[in-house]
């Protein structure tokens, strides 16, 4: 192409990585060293992670596309999160872009979202960069990390030219990157060089009928839905009357009334797009991700972007606990699914189905993460629900039943290899690897069905003292595993309504752990405590202590009292059986048995 094609000055990338391997923080010096701000103005870290539960959590949720300018490019930028139970987010990132910059963390190396974020832009036949980051960390072992970059591309069968990827040393948080190691650096220009010279500028014919894939949705107060996309083919003028191929093969008119680009946190307003544009546009009410916007007369839709299918499935059900409604806005069916049909609009990872009955939806995703954030935000923004133990999805190939497989890579100290590998045994799994890094440490990786997985976290931080590094990565199916323990413990369950008291606290606490502060009001079913035995008990811990004696002081009483474990959402969620459900509103997390009645149990 002419330097004169105004698509010949686009770039554009997705920053692919492992989690937490410093792609975001990346993005951030790419913001500073392009002068997306002004000198005022104030930056804080991660600024792409722009909602509440991201900068909470300090992980990327969402993919977000961004743009900075260099020189005379414009590089467009998605960054993607890097848990794998966000996978789908990279998938569908990877349909706008044409090469991907690898992260790698200098110390860490390849782990196991490096390798599925890898294939999945190996297979979209993508110009990898490969940048190694955090060099500065003290434990960085920079040219063992590259070699175990390339067998990991030798392993996913990497064509040579694949293999023929520029390497870029970075320490992402002062803003630096090296072609060599011993390089002298002060900025990302290195790195800003290697993307407009190794990745490819957008392909696609300016003449062509208009072709652009929605890959994303946005919304405005004034000008209602955005589409966030890719033009593949052909140009779209502001104004242009358009046809918008929808999934279900119809076609429907629209006028575009306005186009923006991205250039750093901000839209900038345009007048013209051109094959390779990644652009917002609006005046498409309606419109849903895959869907291809394309010329009036000749519409021609784009292959629907295809992605991994869920493998987990949770029911959301009604709030039927007594105290459904007192701390919600939004507590009926109705509200339940509209907001999931919402969610399955933006959502591309995530199914849902009924589950049997019309208060109860059975929600598919990812893993247990990707729904435990959904159940946050619903929460957050005023829902009540109840949600059950997280179940498999399996499937029926020739008439066997299969189940999902995961590769489970756990790093630990090495004194706590024996008690890891015979917890991961009690749940099928088998292990495939062990790696002695010789730093103390070691590297063991298992093949676990995934339902082996649930709670396994909690369990194996406490073994080994909070040391203990999971990561986990869809491997495929196998057949049905059989049994597989779940919580050994059974609950201490509550046998009548009323407010919890210092005295029966003191006195059941001898019995397993418990989970409820004194004074706090509870209901018959619900469980207040894990028993240290493996069945439930029925306990009354709303006893008052009989004034027998008028010099024994409060003050004493609170003294015995052992702080109770207040568990997180998705603590809750790994913990409850099949029988219990975790009922979340916007300011409690309760546990109870799925029947509430003692006698009925
Ligand atoms: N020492 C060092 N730390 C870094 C560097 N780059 C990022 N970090 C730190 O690594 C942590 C993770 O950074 P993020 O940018 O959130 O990583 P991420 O890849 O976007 O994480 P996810 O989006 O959740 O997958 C943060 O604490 C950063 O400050 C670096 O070059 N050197
Ligand atoms: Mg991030």
Known sequence: MSSTNPSSFIRNIAIIAHV????????????????????????TERVMDSNDLERERGITILAKTTGVHYKDFTINIVDTPGHSDFGGEVERALKLVDGVVLLVDASEGPLPQTRYVLMKSLEAKLAPIVVINKIDRPDARVQEVLNEVYDLFIDLDATEDQLDFPVIYTNGKLGIAKLKLEDES?????????????????????????????????YSDYLGRLAIGRVFNGTLKLGDEVSVCKLDGKIQKTRITKMFSFSGLKR??????????????AGVEGITIGETVSNVDTPMPLPVIQIDEPTIAMAF??????????????????NLRDRLDRELLTNVSIRVEDAGSPESFKVMGRGELQLAILIEMMRREGFEMMVGRPEIVTRKTDGQLQEPLEMLTIDCPENFVGVVIERIGARKGKMEKMINHGSGRVRLEFLVPSRGLIGIRGELLTETRGTAILNSLFHGYIEWQGDIESRPTGALVSDRAGKTTPFSIENLQERGTIFVQPMTEVYEGQIIGENARNTDLDVNIVKEKKLTNMRSSSADDAVRIIPPRIMSLEQSIEFI?????????????????????????
Not at 25 to 39: K, N
Not at 584 to 595: A, D, E
């Open 20 to 43: 937490d391997h410093g792609k975001t923080t990346l993005v951030d010096s790419m913001f500073r060293q392009s002068g997306i701000y002004r000198a005022n103005e104030a930056q």
């Open 186 to 218: 002060e900025n990302l220009e290195p790195l800003f060089e290697s993307i407009i010279k190794h990745i490819p500028e957008p392909q696609g014919d300016a003449e062509a009928p208009l072709q652009l894939l929605v890959a994303n949705l946005d």
């Open 268 to 281: 900038v307003e345009e007048n013209l797009a051109v094959p390779g544009s990644i652009l917002a546009i």
């Open 317 to 334: 059900t009604v709030n039927t606990s007594p105290f459904a409604g007192r701390e919600g806005k939004y507590v009926t069916s109705r």
């Open 577 to 601: 059986k099949e029988d219990e459900f975790v009922e979340v509103t916007p300011l409690s997390i309760r546990l109870r048995k799925k029947v509430l009645k003692a006698n009925q149990r």
